[in-house]
C-alpha cells in the first residue's frame, strides 16, 4: 500500500490487514494514519502465520499502534508516532522520530 495523503478513522479503530498468508508493506512517507479515539492495527490478533510486516514514513496517530505479524518479522520506520506500540511478532524493529516512543506489550 501507498498513502502520501490522511487516512483517518474519526471514531474508532483505523484497521489495515492483508490475506492471511501475505506479507503487510506500507509505504506512508509525507502520510499521516489518524485514529485518536482508537488504535492503529496493522494485521490481525487471530493470525499465527509468517507474516511479514513493513511500515514506513510518515506519522502514525492514535492511543496505541497494535501490529500483529505471527512468527514473521516488523520492520517500522517512521517520524512520528503518539501511541504506546505493541507488537506481537517473531522479531521486531521498530524505530521513530518522536520525541518519546512508548513501548506496550511486546511478545
Sequence with gaps: MVNAGTIAAL?????????????????????????????INFGNLSNTNNVNTSISGGNLLSQNLNIYSGTGTVDVNV????GAVNVFAGAAHVVAATPDLTLGQCS
Excluded: E, P, Y
Design 11 to 39: 471514531q474508532g479503530n483505523l484497521n489495515l490487514a492483508t490475506l492471511s498468508t501475505n506479507n503487510l508493506n506500507l509505504s506512508n512517507v509525507g502520510g499521516t494514519l489518524t485514529a485518536l479515539n482508537g488504535a
Design 79 to 82: 517520524d512520528n508516532v503518539s
